[in-house]
């Protein structure tokens, strides 16, 4: 029996009460002209999600890890990568904040050998339309990584540590061990990341913010813990 082919992508997609959004998300990534898995990790949704991922995960390529309870953003992406058997690994958050369309740009300086990390910016572009406090409080904890690790990373400055398209080769998740299971999640990559020495490298990404309304769950309290995250980090706590 010829084992299966190993996908070029892996795409983790973490849910938790996105029937609003989540099928056209699904249809967005399946139009990517890529060859990728699509591993969906839901979080115990409890408003109709799990009937939408139940007909979602009938389409070729597309797999549904179904959690019990609700464990955290970080939780499910780990989840995801345990399964993951993709080259590459890309998360994409269940909402319509980001395009897929930018998979292509983001995966290609991997797949030419020039990195072994890209982080699509929110940045880059222009000034994102964000509120107030989500705006500096990104900038905030851009800062602190690059102040805080500043020898790990060189002449390199980051300008998005908490981007959700954080974009690695598949084999380097195993160098190191994720404590955080939550939004905390996303700068301890970045961090673990910047201390294994991987290549890294940014490109500027579309973004179409969402607010509270359409069911945005982080709130301005997880930026307090990801600097707190980073300091314990730094401290080698």
Known sequence: MQPEPIPTLSVIVPVYN?????????????????????????????????????????????????????????????????????????????????????YPALIKPIMDDEADVVFGSRFLKEKPRMTFLQYWGNKAVNWSVNILFRPELKELWLTDVETCYQVFRRECFDQFTIKNNDFAFTVELTVRLVQQGFRITEIPISYFPRGRAEGKKIYWADGFVALWTLVKLRMGW
């Not at 890890?65 to 993709?86: D, M, T, V």
């Open 18 to 102: 996105e029937r609003r959004t989540i099928d056209v998300l699904l249809a967005k990534v399946r139009e990517v002209d890529i060859d990728m898995e699509v591993i969906v990790v839901d979080g115990a949704s409890e408003d109709g999600t799990v009937d939408i991922l139940r007909e979602e995960e009938k389409n070729p390529g597309t797999r549904v890890i179904y959690q019990s309870k609700r464990e955290g953003r970080g939780n499910a992406l780990k989840i995801g990568l345990e399964q993951a058997r993709g080259k590459v690994v890309i998360f994409q958050d269940a909402d319509l904040e980001l395009d897929p369309n930018d």
